[in-house]
Nanobody, 114 residues
Framework: QVQFVESGGGLVQPGGSLRLSCAAP????????MGWYRQAPGKQRELVAR???????TYVDSVKGRFTISRDNAKNTVYLQMNSLKPEDTAVYYC????????WGQGTQVTVSS
């Protein structure tokens, strides 16, 4: 079963930036709509950004203008560039297919704090 591997998280000050990566080694996912999700402590997992197979994107209102999702199909990788980070962005970030999601990976922790 496909399992995505997330990386790039860390501790950053408010206003800082991080770039997350999501890889599916050995798998071709160019035909899939992919999403970045996040789950903060005590909250449900939410979809924050989506990229379709044609490259079109959508974002949850809270990250619009700050986050950018992109994909490199040659590398089987999806990215999430996060700028102007806020403490409320603190969460574990995951990636998965939008349709027919697979087992969730371990995610990558993003902590925004001074």
């Amino acid at each position: 079963q496909v399992q995505f591997v997330e990386s790039g998280g860390g501790l950053v000050q408010p206003g800082g930036s991080l770039r997350l990566s999501c890889a599916a080694p050995g798998r071709i996912f160019s035909a899939y709509a992919m999403g970045w999700y996040r789950q903060a402590p005590g909250k449900q997992r939410e979809l924050v950004a989506r990229i379709n197979s044609d490259g079109s994107t959508t974002y949850v209102d809270s990250v619009k203008g700050r986050f950018t999702i992109s994909r490199d199909n040659a590398k089987n990788t999806v990215y999430l560039q996060m700028n102007s980070l806020k403490p409320e962005d603190t969460a574990v970030y995951y990636c998965n297919r939008i349709y027919s999601p697979t087992a969730w990976g371990q995610g990558t922790q993003v902590t925004v704090s001074s």
